[in-house]
């Protein structure tokens, strides 16, 4: 498959590589063409690492992966092009957060997200929402976490979200420990997930955990 | 010990019940003197509850439980009065949800949480935020769902959360259970987790359910 990631940060990154180490073929897709971080990434990843603009990245792609910054995530994706867009599944696994003296904030929040925003811009993008609920050392290595821990998917389109599962599946998420909350309006519960994901990776000290749900019946 | 538990709602009956169950002197409170809930739940519940004002729960009180809903709470504790309150653990295990088109939301939240403002309005109370991040059933009996889950305590005073955590042991979690994230400004993010915990609820069709974090180390 050939996957468009967007952005170059660790999580980007991480994705792609876990990506490329499976077969597929990734163009990282950053702001410019000679980004040094997504040509040193593309030089040492692999055979099918490539680096691009968001533009050649979305235009290549089969599915686009949305790994920049929450607050970024559109005008990134505005950049990728609408028209390399339509009819793509677009994984966002994004987190709107910002800093205000030295606290981590969220915006948007409670009366929107970015998994809704990305879907109300593109509209014929089949967006969705999922794994911004872990660490991305955790998206794609859960079994670095004990347990039958979870991870989410939310949008509108279903076949979208059963390829986003298998997706995860090749990650090492089986498909019982992938949880459909339903449409993308749902994206707001994993987004505000991350203030106590936050408080919890303070108190643990680490990033290496996730929830399991766990149930009576 | 003597509590007073302010809210004639499920979860301050359920609450209350357990309290009276487990040895202790409780008086449900209300906001009118005959509230004919809390009239019958005082002749039903056994030996060590009674019903009253608010007024008279928190004078009467060692330990103050709010169990009104988030956006009702500050209120409830004002009639309570700040002269009842003053030096004691006031534990909040309310939610700010409100309703909206038939949707759940949350207000206030992200720059603010009712821990923070029940801490704010009544700084000579010990605040502790707790048990608002599962249902009264679980809180009362976490034994109903299987695994090591969790509960939470924030707040600024410790004696005060190892008090709470004391009383959690009561009720069933043990103390490796209960996870302090700090100061009641944490309180935003357990009240965070509703939406998600609302769409799990929906996911699983009931309320029997908790998290456990499973942590690599």
Chains 1, 2 share one sequence.
């Not at 925003?117 to 999922?130: D, L």
């Not at 660490?135 to 979870?150: L, S």
């Not at 991870?151 to 076949?159: I, K, L, M, S």
């Not at 519960?189 to 766990?214: I, K, Y």
Request: proline fraction near 4%; aromatic fraction near 6%; glycine fraction near 12%.
């Amino acid at each position: 498959m050939r996957y468009g990631v967007l952005g170059t940060g660790v999580a980007g990154r991480t994705l792609g590589g876990k990506l490329v180490e499976l077969g597929h073929e990734v163009t990282l897709g950053s702001r410019t063409k000679d980004n040094p971080v997504a040509l040193e990434w593309a030089g040492s990843a692999g055979g099918g690492a490539a680096a691009g603009t968001f533009a050649e990245a979305a235009a290549s792609a089969e599915i686009v992966v949305n790994a920049v910054a929450g607050q970024v995530a559109l005008s990134a994706l505005e950049a990728a092009g609408a028209d390399s867009l339509d009819g793509k599944v677009v994984v966002d696994v994004s987190n709107p957060l910002w800093f205000e003296d030295g606290e981590v904030r969220l915006s948007p929040v409670e009366s929107d997200s970015v998994g809704e925003q990305i879907q109300r811009a593109f509209p014929h993008a089949r967006v969705v929402k999922s794994l911004n609920t872990v660490n991305c050392a955790v998206m794609v290595d859960p079994a670095r976490v004990p347990g039958d821990h979870q991870v989410f998917v939310c949008g509108e389109d279903a076949e979208a979200k059963a390829q986003v599962t298998a997706l995860l599946g090749e990650f090492g998420w089986p498909a019982e420990r992938v949880l459909d909350l339903g449409g993308i309006r749902s994206a707001r519960s994993v987004e505000m997930w991350l203030p106590l994901w936050l408080n919890v990776m303070r108190t643990f000290g680490h990033a290496d955990f996730n929830l399991e749900l766990r149930r009576a019946r």
